[in-house]
């Protein structure tokens, strides 16, 4: 009884302390090298993430979606942008709320593209991420994203669902879509990706301040991939592997066949016209 009292003592006691305190301590007891691979990191002072999260008719997701990005033991803030919800997202969101949260409406439905310009402009982080509002990306990956820009080896760092990790087996029309989307994106902008539609992209917040976002759906994807790509000279682009748990139609997707031929568009016009 008592050992697993004293387990407890120590639990409690670990998770009380602020994320460099837990760093310190674990690096003395276990190493560097370890306390990479639990994903245990030092923050530079003044560091704040940024967590954009789009959302769109997910009210049977996004208390859970809150709950593990909030578990993150990273100083960050979180903005939750509604899209116009018509499944009671929109109503409950302001009860999710507080100091490190803010919540922000449109008022007619603009797409995932214009969430993310409105989520963009509310930033104060030094580091910006993209989170989906469903449960198919894992916020437990936002150590391995961030590693790269705080070992300041990168200033964009893309996921891949496809080098590696679990992931729920679904549709494989939408894997070579996904597959030939990337491959004719990576031959415009001469970028060597294996995953350009991934949800998870991570940015220094002052590459994406002077960056010119225009599209409204899931363009934005081969649209910042492409102006990321003209920046690549000066900004330096890493790619790491991310667990996915993809969602039936029935479990609420929304990408669909029209999104792939916008996709398509967007590749070709983001390389030659803007």
Not at 146 to 159: H, Q, R, S, T, Y
Request: proline share 4%.
């Amino acid at each position: 009884m008592s050992s697993q009292l004293s387990a407890e003592a120590l639990a409690s006691h670990l998770a009380s302390l602020a994320p460099e305190e837990k760093h310190r301590l674990a690096s003395g007891l276990l190493g560097e090298a370890a306390c990479k691979q639990l994903g245990l990191m030092r923050f530079p002072p003044g560091f704040k993430l940024s967590v954009v999260i789009p959302v769109f008719n997910e009210i049977r997701w996004i208390d859970e979606v809150l709950r593990r990005v909030r578990a993150q033991p990273i100083p960050m803030e979180i903005i939750l942008i509604d899209d116009c919800s018509t499944d009671g997202t929109r109503e409950k969101l302001p009860s999710l709320a507080d100091a490190n949260t803010k919540v922000v409406f449109h008022e007619v439905n603009q797409g995932k593209g214009a969430a993310l310009r409105t989520g963009f402009a509310h930033c104060t982080g030094t580091v910006i991420l993209v989170q989906d509002a469903d449960l198919e990306y894992d916020p437990a990956d936002y150590p391995r994203l961030l590693m790269p820009i705080l070992e300041g080896k990168a200033d964009a760092v893309f996921g891949s669902r496809f080098v590696g990790e679990s992931h729920r087996v679904l549709y494989f029309w939408h894997m070579v879509a996904n597959k030939i989307l990337t491959m004719l994106s990576n031959m415009m902008t001469n970028l060597n990706l294996t995953d350009m539609e991934v949800c998870y992209k991570v940015f220094r917040a002052e590459v994406l301040a002077g960056m010119r976002l225009k599209s409204n759906r899931f363009g934005f994807e081969p649209e910042v991939t492409a102006k990321i790509s003209r920046a690549a000279k000066n900004c330096r682009i890493y790619e790491v592997p991310v667990s996915y748990a993809g969602r039936t139609y029935a479990e609420g997707k929304k990408i669909g066949i029209k999104d792939a031929f916008n996709a398509l568009w967007c590749i070709f016009y983001y390389r030659f016209f803007d």
